[in-house]
């Protein structure tokens, strides 16, 4: 075993490599030198040659003296010929604080999973920590923020707006804040409510936060607002209420979409789809969690029961699929979409 003297600081320039050949040989264990000198040019910028390598695993190799002298341990790197390159312990790690490449094209997967929120404090500091994690780790140039922007596209709200007050809900929602909010209406009419949030969701582009509303005149004071609709908000003086009949779970367990209502039953709603091209898409992308299917065979006929409540959004969605759907209950639901549709025809007349 080396003694402290024999050991010599591994050169700067030679770090980032180091911890990228170390991952490959944690990963890959009983690798050949031909695939490791390939995985590891695959992360670089400008590849290396195999002199190059051979001077790496020579600090490689001192790095795990030195390891050994700290902890009195007697890791080895070995290498045969017929086996390739190992580590003699196959969870022994050198650079165990590091990133790896995998984790790191994790984080600039959610960092730009994470650009929903741009524009707002919360985009920042994420963005900050990814960058300080990466940096401090290995290096690729391989993958890059921009990269990803153009692999990865989500949708963003079409009022970007509205997304700046997502910290401070947040942040309400963690402390238990209550908040005083200027919100307009869908009437225009602009008033001072004293809310506490409890759930932000997303739907259909747009953003919506359940909150119990303070000054609502109704007997169930939680309800759903949305974030385009507010105008200003800040700290209420007035404290923070737990609604003992919310439950984040459930509230939207009838809704498609956002809608709900406190006192309403769901529905069960049967709808008949005629077009085969459709049923595996609706057997694998359900139209919602309470989604029940059975095909007819007989007269190529899907069936889709919903447990649902009766609202704009259920019309929306049946209206989507056009002459493919026919809606055989409840009598409810087939008056109204039957009465819609003659008041579009009328519009043609």
Not at 158 to 168: A, D, T
Request: hydrophobic residues 35%; charged residues 30%; proline residues 3%.
């Amino acid at each position: 075993m080396a003694t402290k003297k024999s050991v010599r600081e591994t050169p700067r320039r030679y770090n980032e490599r180091l911890e990228i050949i170390d991952d490959i040989l944690f990963k890959f264990n009983h690798i050949s030198r031909e695939n490791l000198l390939r995985k590891l040019n695959g992360h670089l910028q400008s590849p290396i040659t195999n002199d190059s390598l051979s001077n790496d695993i020579k600090d490689l190799k001192i790095e795990i003296e030195k390891i050994n002298i700290k902890k009195g341990t007697n890791y080895e790197l070995i290498h045969k010929r017929h086996v390739g390159y190992y580590y003699s312990d196959e969870k022994f790690k050198i650079f165990n604080n590091t990133v790896t490449g995998d984790e790191k094209n994790l984080l600039l997967l959610a960092s730009s999973l994470f650009n929903i929120f741009q524009g707002t404090e919360l985009h920042e500091q994420f963005e900050n920590i990814v960058s300080r994690l990466i940096e401090e780790s290995i290096t690729s140039d391989k993958f890059t923020n921009k990269h990803n922007k153009e692999f990865l596209q989500i949708e963003n709200p079409i009022k970007p707006s509205s997304r700046k007050w997502i910290p401070q809900l947040l942040r309400a929602i963690s402390e238990e804040w209550c908040m005083e909010m200027m919100y307009q209406n869908n009437d225009g009419v602009l008033k001072k409510k004293h809310i506490c949030p409890y759930v932000i969701k997303q739907y259909n582009n747009k953003w919506y936060m359940v909150a119990y509303d303070h000054t609502s005149s109704h007997e169930r004071k939680t309800n759903v607002f949305s974030l385009d609709n507010i105008k200003s908000i800040e700290h209420s003086n007035k404290s923070y209420f737990k609604d003992a009949n919310f439950n984040a779970e459930d509230y939207f367990k009838y809704s498609i979409g956002i809608w709900h209502e406190h006192e309403e039953k769901p529905l069960k709603v049967v709808l008949e789809f005629n077009d085969k091209r459709q049923f595996r898409s609706i057997e694998n992308n359900p139209l919602h969690i309470s989604q029940q299917i059975s095909l007819n065979k007989k007269e190529d006929k899907l069936i889709v029961t919903l447990e649902v409540f009766d609202s704009p959004e259920l019309y929306s969605m049946i209206y989507r699929f056009g002459p493919s759907v026919k809606v055989l209950e409840p009598k409810l639901v087939v008056d109204k979409v039957v009465g819609n549709a003659g008041k579009i025809i009328d519009l043609y007349k």
